[in-house]
């Protein structure tokens, strides 16, 4: 079984910044992508941003070049720096791995975090 379980959310003003962590855990051959999502109140899931084994990033343009994301394949963690944080930036954050089972056919595996809530507000 894997697990991902995220860190780092909370309370920050306008303007400010927060860094979120993602652990996974549990038998894991490796990872493919991993990314960040969130989901505000009344709103679908959306993708923040995302990450490959191989550093290739994506970002979804309300996040690009406030957002940060990056990860440490040796500790299977990806991380998401949020800089000049911005009220609708409110949600929940959500963790995503394509885990690689350890045997054959190497499938990949979607997993989900249980996510930790962002709060932007003076």
């Known amino acids: 079984q894997v697990q991902l379980v995220e860190s780092g959310g909370g309370l920050v003003q306008p303007g400010g910044s927060l860094r979120l962590s993602c652990a996974a855990s549990?038998?894991?051959?490796?990872?493919?992508?991993m990314g960040w999502y969130r989901q505000a109140p009344g709103k679908q899931r959306e993708l923040v941003a995302a990450?490959?084994?191989?550093?290739?990033?994506n970002y979804a343009d309300s996040v690009k070049g406030r957002f940060t994301i990056s990860r440490e394949n040796a500790k299977n963690t990806v991380f998401l720096q949020m800089n000049s944080l911005k009220p609708e930036d409110t949600a929940v954050y959500y963790c995503?791995?394509?885990?690689?089972?350890?045997?054959?056919?190497?499938?990949?595996?979607?997993?989900w975090g249980k996510g930790t809530l962002v709060t932007v507000s003076s």
């Open positions: 990450i490959t084994s191989g550093g290739t990033t």
């Open positions: 549990g038998t894991i051959f490796s990872i493919n992508a």
């Open positions: 995503n791995g394509r885990v690689v089972q350890p045997t054959p056919p190497y499938v990949a595996i979607n997993y």
